[in-house]
């Protein structure tokens, strides 16, 4: 089989699954022109939440069902390892599998974060990252920045009835144990993740409905904490970046995505100002026409040394 033949096989429209590394793999593609990957965020989040139709007019979009959800296979040490490392391997399996050209590769939430260890490691695979919703790192500094944004968050919606319960959701974050459990408390701060959700309710309702999640620890297999801070790394990241951010973002908001903009060389920076943390939702043209300016475009030949050495004038 040739290469174009065998390229428009594992392209066509449609679900996919392979054996990556002993573990079932499911791929979703949709659309036609430049090849996008688009990871989901959770960890531990279904891909169909991530679905935007309207970037499918212009990318071929091929959305990763990541390890330990759906039909793609879980981990022997489910739920524990599931690593940003172990999604990058999952990625670059994907990536070979579609033939080895340069993709550009959009991650959400959680996603970002793999995303940007991608880029990081593996930057010759990519002709481009999309960082939506990220951050630069996890921990105690991440924790308390969404602390304060969700207490903002908390005081604009002090008359709602259904502050109580969404609040008692972030609480049982860290309690969580099993997928009854994570897709209780996905739903359950859902609210929080939009920038009006009782304006649109009945809309954001069907996401509340279609949304589906599996448990997954964020710990590696040996139970230590998967803990991110890309500050020294990201200066040196060599592809083309786009950061994107709702301004009403709870979770990975504005500072964030403020940061990495200054991180990373030549990046470019969008904030859709009337969304929270699900942008390709609140604001869906706007969102799909940010990316497809930014897949579509032309962009410079770049070195890893050269956006070092840019970084330290």
């Known amino acids: 089989m040739s290469l174009p033949l065998k390229r428009a096989a594992v392209l066509a429209p449609g679900a996919h699954t392979f054996d990556s590394d002993g573990a079932t793999q499911r791929y979703h593609v949709y659309g036609s022109g430049p090849v996008c990957l688009a990871h989901p965020g959770g960890p531990g989040i279904h891909w169909e939440y991530l679905r935007v139709p309207e970037l499918e007019e212009h990318l071929t979009m091929v959305y990763v069902e990541a390890l330990g959800t759906g039909a793609s296979g879980r981990l022997t040490t489910h739920p524990h390892g599931y690593t940003r490392e172990r999604y990058s391997v999952a990625l670059r399996r994907i990536i070979e599998r579609l033939g080895g050209s340069k993709?550009?590769?959009?991650?959400h939430s959680h996603g970002a974060f793999v995303a940007a260890y991608h880029a990081i490691h593996h930057p010759d695979e990519l002709a481009g990252i999309i960082l939506y919703e990220g951050a630069p790192v996890t921990g105690p500094e991440h924790g308390a920045e969404a602390a304060r944004r969700l207490?903002?968050?908390t005081a604009a919606h002090a008359d709602r009835p259904e502050l109580g319960d969404i609040l008692a959701a972030f609480?049982?974050?860290q309690a969580?144990?099993?997928?009854v459990q994570t897709l209780a408390v996905a739903r359950g701060v859902l609210p929080a993740y939009f920038a009006d959700y009782w304006g649109d309710e009945p809309r954001w309702a069907e996401v509340w409905e279609a949304l589906r999640a599996s448990y997954i620890s964020g710990l590696d297999a040996d139970g230590s904490h998967d803990l991110v801070d890309d500050r020294a790394d990201l200066p040196r990241v060599a592809v083309p970046a786009l950061v994107m951010v709702g301004r009403f973002d709870v979770i990975c908001g504005p500072r964030w995505a403020q940061e990495l903009h200054d991180l990373i060389p030549d990046s470019r920076l969008v904030?859709?100002?009337h969304s929270g943390h699900l942008g390709h939702l609140e604001e869906p043209e706007r969102f799909a026409a940010a990316i497809r300016d930014f897949t579509l475009?032309?962009?410079?030949?770049r070195s890893t040394t050269g956006a070092a050495e840019r970084r330290m004038r």
């Open 171 to 173: 609480g049982a974050m």
């Open 151 to 153: 207490q903002e968050f």
């Open 176 to 179: 969580i144990s099993n997928d």
């Open 103 to 107: 993709v550009y590769l959009l991650g």
């Open 297 to 301: 475009a032309p962009h410079p030949a």
């Open 271 to 273: 904030v859709l100002e």
